[in-house]
């Protein structure tokens, strides 16, 4: 596969994140359970697209290619790495806003935090080892 190929397929996923973002609404509100869940999702989805981005661009690292190509493959890794952080803390802001909603025995709580602590699982590799720890300790205690 020629790395121009290689390119074009991570421009283009990229490019589906960017139009996935465009969809989700600028406002929410936290009574309506369904929307919450599908922005929440759309969120993991994206960085869970990104991530496999990243992995691809490692994949591509490990071919022979000229250094100019790995320069631009480097950049465009590490431009991807610092939107999913982006990513990750509009949706956690997003999250925490609606756990202050629920009561931390409602059903409502418990879906959020645990899409929370999903999404949390996916970011270790790249977030600051204290949220790591975090996300490690409550998998313990389930």
């Given at each position: 596969m020629k790395f121009d190929k290689i390119i074009s397929h991570i421009r283009e996923i990229n490019e589906k994140n960017r139009a996935e973002m465009l969809t989700i609404p600028h406002k929410i509100n936290p009574a309506n359970f369904a929307e919450c869940v599908d922005v929440i999702l759309k969120f993991f989805n994206s960085i869970m697209r990104?991530?496999?981005?990243?992995?691809?661009?490692?994949?591509?690292?490990?071919?022979?290619?000229?250094?100019?190509?790995?320069?631009?493959?480097?950049?465009?890794?590490?431009?991807?790495?610092?939107?999913?952080?982006?990513?990750?803390?509009?949706?956690?802001?997003i999250i925490d806003g609606l756990l202050k909603n629920y009561s931390s025995e409602s059903f409502e709580y418990k879906a959020f935090d645990?899409?929370?602590?999903?999404?949390?699982?996916?970011?270790?590799?790249?977030?600051?080892r204290e949220t790591e720890n975090r996300a490690t300790e409550e998998i313990k205690s389930v």
């Open positions: 990104a991530h496999l981005v990243v992995q691809m661009c490692e994949i591509a690292e490990t071919l022979e290619i000229p250094p100019r190509d790995k320069a631009q493959l480097t950049y465009l890794k590490e431009t991807i790495k610092e939107n999913i952080l982006g990513l990750y803390k509009a949706v956690s802001v645990e899409l929370k602590l999903n999404i949390e699982q996916l970011m270790s590799k790249y977030l600051p």
